[in-house]
């Protein structure tokens, strides 16, 4: 069974098990999340498309660890103008175990 989640505006195709990096949460480590914005549930036979979620689906996750992405750097420079500027940015993210995918 597998599960399309909605969660910081994006999208994640999950399966029980897997593990994803989303936009940061506030919860701490070793909680329980319960996601309800559940966009499409399949099983290997059947799918299930919600209008805009699937009514009474919920996804059940354990959360492993807050942190921050790698350094991503934005460099401009204007050539001959003795110009330039660098700016770094770390993307932070809560790392999340599935733990279950229930449909009601």
Partial sequence: M????MTGGKQYRVNEGDTIDVERLPVEVGS????DRVL?????????????????????CKVVDNGRGPKV??????????????????????RLVISGIKVG
């Fill in 2 to 5: 597998y599960a399309v989640i």
């Fill in 32 to 35: 329980e999340v319960v996601i």
């Fill in 40 to 60: 499409l549930v399949g099983a290997e036979d059947k799918i299930r498309l919600g209008k805009p979620v699937v009514t009474g689906a919920k996804v059940t």
């Fill in 73 to 94: 750097l934005a460099f401009k420079k204007r050539r001959r103008q003795n110009s330039k500027r660098i700016r770094g940015h770390r993307q932070e993210f809560t």
